[in-house]
């Protein structure tokens, strides 16, 4: 089955820095891949996509690396923000159907 | 703009007894989706559906049921509450697979 994991569970931010928040995953066949961000006590919220015909897509502060020789997809927040604390998570899709695979989550801290 | 809503928002529930939790979605999609979050896990599917009428299983599909009488409503079943089932449920809709979805708040369910 799938295995989607996180680098490390908590990441500490100091306000201004950028944030690079890490994701592997494990089936080479995955092709859909995605980004959440969860607030305290909230849904989760769509941040970015990318498809695996990509490697690199940009968003408002957000951009999403692709790596599929290394299973690899990270997430950079520009100038990471108090707002911007929050569980981040990844998701990869491997069937037509779109059905998600979401890794643990990473707990970003923004720090003054 | 509700979106989607989840109703209730917190229950607890005594081992053995049984409830419905009613996701509502007002944007027309034909998407929809039941995960559970577990702490420190990312969200896992139980079920979904990819239209009216139709449904089908996810990843920890069992103890749990699923309707989806009406487009806009999906409804998720638990027919004899176990512990294991005390998470945090959540409901999802897109307007196709492979791109955003959108979540509920949750509902936060205890059963002792």
Known sequence: ?112 | NAGVTQTPKFRVLKTGQSMTLLCAQDMNHEYMYWYRQDPGMGLRLIHYSVGEGTTAKGEVPDGYNVSRLKKQNFLLGLESAAPSQTSVYFCASSDRARTEAFFGQGTRLTVV
């Open chain 1, 1 to 112: 089955g799938e295995s989607v994991g996180l680098h490390l569970p908590t990441l500490s931010v100091q306000e201004g820095d950028n944030s690079i928040i890490n994701c592997a995953y494990s089936n080479s066949a995955s092709d859909y891949f995605i980004w959440y961000k969860q607030e305290s006590g909230k849904g989760p919220q769509f941040i970015i996509d990318i498809r695996s015909n990509m490697d690199k897509r940009q968003g408002q502060r957000v951009t999403v690396l692709l790596n599929k020789t290394v299973k690899h997809l990270s997430l950079q927040i520009a100038a990471t923000q108090p707002g911007d604390s929050a569980v981040y998570f990844c998701a990869v899709s491997t069937d037509s159907w779109g059905k998600l695979q979401f890794g643990a989550g990473t707990q970003v801290v923004v720090t003054p």
